[in-house]
């Protein structure tokens, strides 16, 4: 029944089609949200650009990797025949426009089997490596393996830099923050807090998706649309564990109305102080935890495949009830928007309202 979510679905993909030889047209926080690593060299094999696929899974910080020599100290394993002479002839050729070819790429925590391809969008002096993961093995004793982060840049603890596991650069920051945030937009933008908010989580959690992609094809050997619902609710309750924002779940029980309930338990948001003259109260939708809806959009249209609008129905806030979220497809947001400003709250009877089977849906 789980999945029988997407299968209801009537809406547009949320992605669009990808054309390899318009990569120079993309800004980075485009090559962001791409689920394959993508690195720019110019002819000399000097990195210009690195997304944050490739910066995941090859766990180096693209600060530390742009200007420097691909081959030489980036990925030294590349520094062959194979590659590194497959790409210097691809350049001097002039007019080839793409070629793929496959590469066992050597790093000291592990080894990965990828597909590769050089891609020259345009007469300019840039080159693309697009790199498809296939598979991870352990570390090998033989090869030119790829720096470690922490030998790329030695000392960076000692000036305040923290990393996770996965050597992403994190900052720690506490509940306060967002509702010095809320105070802020209040003053200076006093109706703006739930657009911006529910704008900021989709740009966060398109990122996030593709972090948790990463992740998931580590231990899976796929991608997150390719798991089970079930699977899918297991990796997004410990990604909000552990960043903190709480503990969530997903209730299929109206999968085949086409309507998904998340909840979030000890919301972070909901949790913090607020900004208002007057005391926050549960019944409060929509108000704090709008970049969680906006997050939980973003995560939900990625495992989907299509555009997916997540809309909170109740706030924890001032309680330690659970935040309510409802997930609809797209083309359903304004009419879910519409009950929910009308103050409907009871998640039956919007689930009736919204429904096709109802023949109430518009």
């Given at each position: 029944?789980?999945?029988?979510?997407?299968?209801?679905?009537?809406?547009t993909?949320?992605?669009?089609?990808?054309?390899?030889q318009?990569?120079?047209?993309?800004?980075?926080?485009?090559?962001?949200?791409?689920?394959?690593?993508?690195?720019?060299?110019?002819?000399?094999?000097?990195?210009?650009?690195?997304?944050?696929?490739?910066?995941?899974?090859?766990?180096?910080?693209?600060?530390?990797?742009?200007?420097k020599?691909?081959?030489?100290?980036?990925?030294?394993?590349?520094?062959?025949?194979?590659?590194?002479?497959?790409?210097?002839?691809?350049?001097?050729?002039?007019?080839?426009?793409?070629?793929?070819?496959?590469?066992?790429?050597?790093?000291?925590?592990?080894?990965?089997?990828?597909?590769v391809?050089?891609?020259?969008?345009?007469?300019?002096?840039r080159?693309?490596?697009?790199?498809?993961?296939?598979?991870?093995?352990?570390?090998?004793?033989?090869?030119?393996?790829?720096?470690?982060?922490?030998?790329?840049?030695?000392?960076?603890?000692?000036?305040?830099v923290?990393?996770?596991?996965?050597?992403?650069?994190?900052?720690?920051?506490?509940?306060?923050?967002?509702?010095?945030?809320?105070?802020?937009?209040?003053?200076l933008?006093?109706?703006?807090?739930?657009?911006?908010?529910?704008?900021w989580?989709?740009?966060?959690?398109?990122?996030?998706?593709?972090?948790?992609?990463?992740?998931?094809?580590?231990?899976?050997?796929?991608?997150?649309?390719?798991?089970?619902?079930?699977?899918?609710?297991?990796?997004?309750?410990?990604?909000?564990?552990?960043?903190?924002?709480?503990?969530?779940?997903?209730?299929?029980?109206?999968?085949?109305?086409g309507?998904?309930?998340?909840?979030?338990?000890?919301?972070?948001?909901?949790?913090?102080?607020?900004?208002?003259?007057?005391?926050?109260?549960?019944?409060?939708?929509?108000?704090?935890?709008?970049?969680?809806?906006g997050?939980?959009?973003?995560?939900?249209?990625h495992?989907?495949?299509?555009?997916?609008?997540?809309?909170?129905?109740?706030?924890?806030?001032?309680?330690?009830?659970?935040?309510?979220?409802?997930?609809?497809?797209?083309?359903?947001?304004p009419?879910?928007?519409?009950?929910?400003?009308?103050?409907?709250?009871?998640?039956?009877?919007?689930?009736?309202?919204?429904?096709?089977?109802?023949?109430?849906?518009?």
């Open positions: 029944m789980a999945d029988d979510f997407f299968n209801e679905l009537a809406a993909s949320a992605t669009g089609s990808f054309s390899a318009r990569l120079d047209e993309l800004r980075d926080v485009d090559l962001d949200e791409l689920k394959f690593g993508v690195i720019a060299l110019d002819g000399d094999g000097i990195v210009l650009r690195y997304n944050q696929y490739e910066s995941r899974l090859a766990r180096l910080d693209r600060n530390q990797v742009l200007g020599s691909f081959f030489e100290e980036v990925a030294p394993c590349t520094k062959t025949v194979e590659f590194e002479g497959r790409f210097r002839r691809f350049v001097d050729s002039g007019n080839a426009r793409s070629d793929p070819f496959n590469y066992l790429f050597d790093f000291k925590f592990g080894a990965q089997e990828v597909e391809e050089l891609v020259r969008p345009s007469p300019l002096d080159f693309y490596l697009l790199i498809n993961r296939k598979s991870f093995s352990g570390p090998r004793a033989e090869g030119r393996p790829a720096p470690l982060q922490a030998e790329l840049a030695p000392g960076e603890s000692e000036l305040g923290r990393r996770d596991g996965a050597e992403q650069r994190v900052v720690q920051l506490p509940s306060v923050f967002f509702a010095a945030l809320r105070a802020t937009c209040d003053r933008a006093p109706q703006t807090w739930q657009l911006f908010c529910h704008e989580g989709l740009q966060w959690g398109r990122r996030a998706a593709i972090d948790l992609d990463a992740r998931v094809f580590q231990s899976d050997t796929r991608s997150l649309g390719e798991l089970s619902m079930q699977r899918v609710a297991v990796v997004l309750d410990d990604w909000f564990k552990e960043q903190g924002l709480g503990s969530s779940s997903l209730d299929f029980s109206f999968a085949r109305e309507c998904l309930v998340v909840e979030l338990q000890r919301s972070a948001l909901a949790e913090a102080p607020s900004s208002a003259s007057r005391p926050s109260t549960a019944g409060e939708a929509g108000e704090r935890c709008a970049l969680v809806a997050c939980l959009s973003a995560l939900l249209s495992v989907g495949g299509r555009r997916l609008s997540a809309r909170e129905v109740r706030c924890g806030v001032g309680t330690p009830a659970l935040c309510s979220f409802m997930v609809v497809a797209e083309a359903r947001r009419q879910l928007a519409a009950l929910l400003e009308a103050g409907e709250r009871d998640v039956r009877a919007l689930v009736d309202q919204l429904s096709p089977r109802t023949g109430r849906s518009g």
